[in-house]
């Protein structure tokens, strides 16, 4: 026969690791949530630093290709990457860039209908910079 201390303690212990795992579940869901959000941000900053560092340079070279190499090299991150034929000058010397960032998120990446939300294409503008 057996005790009743040992029936309530089965029951707690599974219940302890079904709130466990629900816990582990949201934890990483928010984590990968924060990581894509956080990535989001920091690429637009990125973008409008690259867009301000091309619309510097075509101020003065008047050179779309000088612009364009102007803002590759303003991006620092190694995840990001300026996308081919995105710098666009318009005729006031505003500029407009896109940049493009893969992040490595703990699951969402790994899953093949969320590794689209790891991919974030971001567009920076700036203005012409004043003399």
């Known amino acids: 026969?057996?005790?009743?201390?040992?029936d309530a303690g089965t029951i707690v212990?599974?219940?302890l690791v079904k709130v466990a795992l629900v816990l582990m579940i949201l934890g990483i869901s928010t984590f990968d949530a924060?990581?894509?959000?956080?990535a989001h941000l920091t690429t637009s900053d990125d973008a409008?630093?690259?867009a301000s560092a091309a619309a510097?340079?075509?101020?003065t070279s008047h050179n779309v290709a000088s612009a364009t190499s102007a803002a590759a090299d303003a991006i620092t991150n190694p995840s990001e990457e300026l996308v081919p034929g995105s710098v666009a000058?318009?005729?006031?010397?505003?500029?407009?860039?896109s940049i493009q960032r893969k992040i490595t998120t703990v699951v969402m990446y790994r899953?093949?209908?969320l590794k689209k939300y790891t991919v974030i294409?971001?567009?920076?503008e700036a203005a012409p910079p004043t003399s």
């Open 121 to 124: 294409r971001v567009k920076g």
């Open 111 to 113: 899953i093949g209908p």
């Open 48 to 50: 409008n630093t690259a």
């Open 56 to 59: 510097s340079d075509f101020q």
């Open 1 to 6: 026969m057996k005790e009743a201390g040992t």
């Open 34 to 38: 924060i990581a894509v959000g956080s």
């Open 13 to 15: 212990v599974g219940w």
């Open 89 to 97: 000058i318009a005729r006031d010397g505003s500029v407009t860039v």
